[in-house]
C-alpha cells in the first residue's frame, strides 16, 4: 500500500472514474446533445434580429411578422425547456456519481486494515470522501456541459460569421488567438495564486480549530500573544496574496473587455464601410455586432473551465488512490467464496469459534515500522484462558491484541484460532466472535438502545438488562429521562466517560463473543465502579478467551498468565506470583504502583 504512488490520469481522470459513471452514459449523452442544441439556439437568435431588421425595417412592411413572431417563440420556447431538462440532467448526474463516490470511498475503507487509518489522518480521509468526490460530481457534469455548450456556440458563431460575409468573419477572427494567448497566461497565473490562497486558508482553518479547541492549553501555557500573532501572519499572507490575485483578475478581465470592444471596433469599422458600399445589408451588420461582442466571453469561460478541470485531476488521483488501496490484511479469495464477504457473508458456512489461541513461530513488524516486534515467538492460549497483557505506556501492548483479531497480519509465522491459521476463515467470521472494549469509549450518535445493539441487533429487552446489570450500569439508565431511549449525543457527549465505558462494556457482552479483550477498559472508571466491573469480569470471562491490557496492576493479579511488555517486545511470561518472585521487570512496575502496604494487602 503506497498513498504516494504517481497515478498518470489522461482526458482530465476519466477513464480512472469510468467504472462508476458508465451507468450514466446515457445520460451524459443526452445532456451533450441538448447542450450543443441550446448553443445552436443561441447563435441563431442573432439571425432573427438580423431578418427582422432587413425586412421587417429596411422594407417597411409587417408582411410575415406573425410567422415570424412564431417561429420565434418556438425556438425560445424549445431553448427553455431545452435549458430546464439539461439543468435537471446534469444535477442528477452531479448528485448521482457525487454519492456513488462516496459510498464507493466508504465502502472501501470498511475492508482496509488499522494500517491505512495509522497511516492516515481522520482529515485526509475526510477530504477524500467527502470534498473530492463533490468536485468530481461537478467535474462530470456542470463543467462537462460547460465546455460543451461553450465549445459547440464559438464553432457555430464562427461557421454563422462565416457564411454571411467571410472577409468580416476572418477580421474577427484575428482576434480569437491573441484572445486565447492571453486569458491562458493570466488564468495561468490565477491558478497559481488561487492554489497558494487554498493553502494558507487550510492553515488559517487548522490554527483557528487549535485556538478554539486547544483554547484551555493556551490560556495555561499563556501563549495568546504567540497564537494571536501567528493566526495575524496567516491572515496578513492570505491578504497579501488575495490582492495579487486581484489585481491579476482585474488585468484578465479589462483584457478580455478590451478584446470585446476591439472586435466591435473592427467590424463597426469594416462592417460600415461595406454596409454603405451595399455589400452587405445593415442586419448583417447588426448580427456581426452580436457576435463580435458574445465571441470573447465563451473563449474566456472554456480556458478557465480547462483550468478547473486540469485542477480536479489532483482531486481524481487523490480519491483513486484510495479505491485502488489495497488492504494489508485481506481475504484470500477462496475464503470469501465459501465464507462470505464484509457485506455479502455466507454464515450457513461459519464454523463455531472456541476460542483456543495460538502464536506459532510468529515474527512480526508494523508495515510503517522498521523494527521488529516480535521475533519467533509462540504462545498457546487455551479456550477460557484469562491472558493479562501489562506494561508502561507505548511499549506495545496492544501488537498481540491486534494479531488474535487479524487488525494486522503476522510478517511471519501464524496465529491459529482453534488450530487453523486465522487467514484460511474470513475476518468478519473472527470480528463477529470477538468483543472489543477500548480504552478511549466510543458511542455512536442515537439511543442508548440502539448503542447496545450494536453488539446484538436481535437482542431482547431482557438480554439488554441483563448485559447492563452485570456491568453495573443499570442504575445509569434508569436515571436517565427516557431509560434506554434517551439520546447519548455526538460521541456519547451527554455522558461522562466513565458511564460511556460502561455502555461500551455493556455493548461488548451482548455480543456474547467467545474472545474477550480489554484494553484497559478500567482505565476510565472510577475505583469503586472498578470494583463493581472486576467482579463482572470474573463472570463473563468463565469459559471464554480473555485479552486484558492493563495498566492498573490490581485488575489483572488473578490472571492466569500476564505477558510483561517493554519496548515493544515481551520480556517476561507468567502468573502474578511467579513474575513477584523473579523480582524482575514485572516486579518493579508492580512497586511503583503500590506501596508495601498495599503489596502485603494483595498476598494477604
Known sequence: MNENTNIKLPLFGIPKLFPYIKQ???????????????????????????????YFVG???????TVFIVLYLIVLVLQVIDNFICTYICGQIELSVDRDLRNAAFSHLQTLSFAYFNQNNVGYIHARVMSDTGKIGVMVSWRMMDIVWQGAYVIFVLVMMLILNFKLALLVMILVPIAVVLVMYFQSKLVVLNRKIREINSTITSNFNEGITGAKAIKTLVVEDKIQSD???????????????????????????????????LVLWRGG???????????????????????????????????ELIAVQVNVERLTRLLETESDVSDSPEVIEKYGDTFNPKKENWEPLFGDVEFK??????????????????????????????????????????????????????????????????????????????QTPHLFSGTVRDNLRYGNPDATEEEIWNALRLVSADGIVKRMDKGLDSDVGEDGGMLSTGEKQLLSFARALLADPKILVLDEATASIDTVTEKAIQDAIVTVTKGRTSFVIAHRLSTIVDADIILVVNDGKIVERGSHAELMDKRGYYYDLFTKQFDESSTDQVFG
Open 24 to 54: 450514466y452514459g446515457p445520460k451524459i449523452i443526452f445532456m451533450i446533445i441538448l447542450g450543443v442544441l441550446s448553443s445552436l439556439a443561441d447563435s441563431v437568435f442573432p439571425i432573427f434580429n438580423r431578418y427582422a431588421i432587413d
Open 59 to 65: 422594407r417597411k412592411t409587417l408582411e410575415g411578422l
Open 231 to 265: 493566526f495575524e501572519e496567516d491572515t496578513e499572507k492570505m491578504r497579501a496574496t488575495s490582492v495579487h490575485a486581484t489585481h491579476y483578475s482585474a488585468f484578465f478581465t479589462s483584457a478580455i473587455t478590451m478584446m470585446s470592444s476591439v472586435a466591435l471596433a
Open 273 to 307: 464601410i461595406i454596409t454603405m458600399d451595399g455589400i452587405i445589408q445593415i442586419g448583417t451588420l447588426s448580427v456581426f455586432l452580436s457576435y463580435a461582442l458574445s465571441l470573447m466571453e465563451p473563449i474566456q469561460n472554456i480556458i478557465i473551465t480547462l483550468s
Open 361 to 438: 513461530d510468529v515474527t512480526f513488524k508494523y508495515p510503517d515500522g522498521d523494527e521488529y516486534v516480535l521475533t519467533d515467538f509462540n504462545l498457546k492460549v487455551p479456550q477460557g484462558t484469562n491472558v493479562a497483557i501489562v506494561g508502561e505506556t507505548g511499549a506495545g501492548k496492544s501488537t498481540l491484541v491486534n494479531l488474535v483479531c487479524r487488525f494486522f497480519k503476522p510478517t511471519k509465522g501464524q496465529v491459529l484460532i482453534d488450530g487453523r491459521d486465522a487467514a484460511e476463515r474470513s475476518q468478519l467470521w473472527l470480528h463477529s466472535n470477538i468483543g472489543y472494549v477500548l
